[in-house]
């Protein structure tokens, strides 16, 4: 894990690298800073990645932070409960780090390219855009079905 944050350090996209050492303490800091993305490592001391997945799940508090799973399993058992448990992604050890930095990149763009959807999609600036488009084309706006 010290691999990786000094290769996302070097990528420079990340404002705060946190790191705890078991699982205990990684829930109390979840609790404290509510990141943007964290990182857990299957095998942990005290609490296990699965366990703080659970606790996070059970509290309801994962609100919009990208939970990535690292595991040297492979096994679909944990796989399995990694994302029922609200993991968004897994990555199997031995890590490539641009790889890393890539799903990283991919989930943030993910959050930002659905907010744009809802936002627009909630808003009513679309409606004028589809009736012009609509009578461009002959149809009349009121049509239904």
């Known amino acids: 894990m010290l691999l990786i944050k000094k290769y996302a350090e070097k990528c420079g996209f990340f404002a705060s690298i946190q790191f705890a050492f078991h699982g205990g303490e990684a829930l109390a800091q979840f609790e404290k800073i509510r990141p943007d993305i964290m990182i857990i490592d299957m095998i942990l001391p005290v609490i296990d990645g699965l366990g703080v997945l659970e606790q996070i799940r059970d509290r309801g508090v994962k609100e919009k932070t990208k939970i990535i799973m690292i595991s040297g399993v492979s096994e679909d058992f944990f796989i399995r409960r990694s994302f029922e448990n609200g993991a968004d992604y897994l990555l199997q050890k031995p890590i490539a780090y641009e790889a890393f ?15 744009r959807m ?28």
């Open 101 to 115: 930095v890539g799903r990283v990149r991919d989930l943030l763009e993910k959050d930002e390219i659905e907010e």
């Open 118 to 145: 809802v936002s627009f999609v909630d808003g009513e600036s679309y409606l004028p855009i589809i009736t012009k488009v609509l009578l461009s084309i002959g149809l009349s706006p009121d049509l239904k079905g």
